[in-house]
Structures are given as structure tokens and as C-alpha cells.
């Protein structure tokens, strides 16, 4: 088959398919599970899986946010928070996070603390001022590099891309074996399409034709 992006934004119908199948396919993606502080220094806990890691040495990361959906002008909490404080932490999910990652993608008023709600334990950060759940097998501590508008071939999409700098990464000592970060051992939670998460619990090793990434050096950085 073939689906037709373009015919549920002129209005003609549904491309070919129920459900846009852009997300599904794109995937699996990481999760950001985000903390911010609000103004008044309480803590505003939500995931994003428009989360990627873009670049290194520095190491950047970025979120893109869709307005909020009490509507007009508003952007959401994270977004609002961190461009107000200018410091974020990118938590990582592990699968036995789900539920109460799940949890903090309630929309609650604007003044509301998800970790507060939802019952999860945070601890302080290293660098940043927002703090870290503390189950989290590691967190990302960024300061606001830039947030950037994204665009369309019409112009200004709702979205808006939030870049940060990694200053700091806490691992949990469980996961750090002969040097290296134990990924699959994290069990870490991805966004796949519809309602549909998956688990990244194995991996394998591969060096590139005309480079062993462990032997040159490149990856010190
Ligand atoms: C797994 C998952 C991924 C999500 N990814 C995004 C995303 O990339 N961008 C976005 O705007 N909302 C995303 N959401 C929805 C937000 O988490 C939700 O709107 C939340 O209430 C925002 O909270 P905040 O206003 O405290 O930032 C996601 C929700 C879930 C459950």
C-alpha cells in the first residue's frame, strides 16, 4: 500500500489508513522523561519521545514540544519551565518505570507537581538545579542551549525543539561493567506508534569496516 501524508492536512480523508503511520515506523524512540523546575521551585516531571541525541563532544540533546492543551498561546510546563530556568534533566525509563512514567503525560494544572501526584522519589542533581528520579538507571543534567521553532514547507509548525547541553551523566553503579554502560541491562522503555511501547533488553557488538570504534580513540571524547 501506499499512504498519503498529505491527505489529512488538505482534508482528503485519510490517506489510506485509520491511523497516521509516521510514529510507527519511525521507532523505536527514546523516551526523555523530563524534570524542570517550576518559578516557585517545585518540580514538573513528563515524558518526551520527540527525544533525540543530536550531536557530541559537547553532547546535545533535544525535545520537541507541542503547545499545551489548555490552548491559545500556551506551551507546556516543560517547555515554559525550562526556557524560564534554563536547566533540564532527561531521565532515563526503565521498563519497571512505566506505569508511573505513564502517569506524570497527565495534563494537570499548570501549578501541579507530577512527581508529587504520582508518588515517584526524586533526589538532587549534580550540576542542574532540577532534580533526578531517583529509580532512573541514569539521568542527563542540561543547560538550555537554544529552542527553535520547527518549520514545515508552509511555515511555523506548532512544535518547539529544545536543545540542551549534557554537563553531567549520573549511571547507576549497577550498569557500569569494565568501563561501559550496560544498556540492555537497563531494560529501557521505548516509544514505538498508537498506544505500542517496546523494551530494549538485548544487543550485540559490531565494529565498522575501517574503524574499531573501541580501538581509536574517537569515542574518549
Ligand atoms: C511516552 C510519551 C511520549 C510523549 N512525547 C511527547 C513529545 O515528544 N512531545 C510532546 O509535546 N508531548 C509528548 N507527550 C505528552 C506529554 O508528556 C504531556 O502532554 C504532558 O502532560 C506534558 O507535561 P508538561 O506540560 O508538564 O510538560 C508524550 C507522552 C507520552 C506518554
Known sequence: MY??????????????????PFKALVAPRPIGWV???????????????????????????????????????????????????????????????????????????????????????????TRVAPPRVAAAPAALECVLVETRRVRHRGGEHRYTMVFGEVVGIYIDDRYINEGRVDTAAMNILTRMGYDEYAVLERSFRMSRPDLDPMKSGFLKG
Open 3 to 20: 499512504y498519503d501524508s498529505q491527505a489529512r492536512l488538505q482534508g482528503g480523508g485519510e490517506g489510506g489508513l485509520p491511523w497516521n
Open 35 to 125: 524534570t524542570t523546575l517550576m518559578a516557585d521551585g517545585r518540580v514538573n516531571l513528563a515524558p518526551y519521545s520527540y527525544f533525540q541525541a543530536v550531536a557530541d563532544m559537547p553532547d546535545i540533546v533535544m525535545f520537541s514540544a507541542s503547545p499545551s492543551p489548555d490552548g491559545g498561546d500556551l506551551r507546556k510546563d516543560t517547555e515554559s519551565n525550562v526556557v524560564e530556568c534554563g536547566e533540564f534533566v532527561c531521565n532515563i525509563v526503565p521498563n519497571a518505570l512505566a506505569d508511573a512514567m505513564n502517569n506524570t503525560s497527565a495534563s494537570l494544572p499548570r501549578n501541579v507537581s507530577e512527581p508529587e501526584v504520582a508518588g515517584i522519589d526524586m533526589t538532587a542533581s
